[in-house]
């Protein structure tokens, strides 16, 4: 994965992986521990999962713009989120990290 700067709506978080590979975004977070874990960007996707993943996440769905479209709080692991109509991007962020 490749560390990455993101801007969303002119707040930059910094330290973010980008999964690039099927198998990067396949992974996303599942088997990470919850101390070690990292925010994660997944560009061109519009639905995610969170199968065996240890912890709850969030996430940010993003427009072509990487404009704000929603923002999905406590999703809890072996669950699975729909596509959400004009999403582009996907940040998937640990409960830990502020928002």
Same mark, same amino acid.
């Given at each position: 994965?490749?560390?990455?700067?993101?801007?969303?709506?002119?707040?930059?978080?910094?330290?973010?992986?980008?999964?690039?590979?099927?198998?990067?975004?396949?992974?996303?977070?599942?088997?990470?521990?919850?101390?070690?874990? @990292? /925010? +994660?960007?997944?560009? &061109?996707?519009?639905? =995610?999962?969170?199968?065996?993943? $240890? *912890?709850? #996440?969030?996430?940010?769905?993003?427009?072509?713009?990487?404009?704000?479209?929603?923002?999905?709080?406590?999703?809890?692991?072996?669950? @699975? /989120? +729909?596509?959400?109509? &004009?999403?582009?991007? =996907?940040?998937?962020?640990?409960? $830990? *990290?502020? #928002?």
């Amino acid at each position: 994965m490749k560390k990455i700067e993101l801007n969303i709506n002119n707040k930059i978080y910094k330290d973010v992986y980008k999964a690039e590979t099927f198998f990067e975004r396949l992974k996303g977070l599942m088997f990470v521990r919850e101390e070690k874990s @990292f /925010i +994660l960007f997944l560009p &061109n996707c519009n639905s =995610i999962h969170t199968y065996f993943m $240890k *912890f709850p #996440i969030k996430i940010i769905c993003l427009n072509e713009k990487m404009e704000v479209v929603t923002i999905i709080k406590n999703i809890k692991p072996f669950r @699975f /989120i +729909l596509p959400v109509k &004009n999403v582009k991007h =996907i940040v998937e962020i640990p409960q $830990k *990290f502020k #928002i």
